[in-house]
């Protein structure tokens, strides 16, 4: 298992960047950060989820 934002999900083995595909979050305005690293946006293609990573997705939301 992965864990994601807490939550457990069956994806190891798969990129980061599939598993952000079969989301709504916007690539533009999120950072993500895989066991205490940020992951550069120019990895998420060869980035592949392993069993026990925890992954942390952050959404930017503009406002004022």
């Known amino acids: 298992m992965v864990k994601i934002n807490g939550e ?13 595909a079969s989301t709504k979050y916007d690539p533009t305005r999120i950072a993500v950060e895989r066991n205490g690293e940020i992951v550069p946006k120019a990895n998420y293609g060869e980035t592949v989820l392993q069993e026990g990573d925890v992954i942390e997705v952050v959404n930017f939301v503009g406002g004022g």
């Open 8 to 20: 457990p999900f069956d994806i190891a083995g798969k990129t980061l960047a599939e598993y952000l």
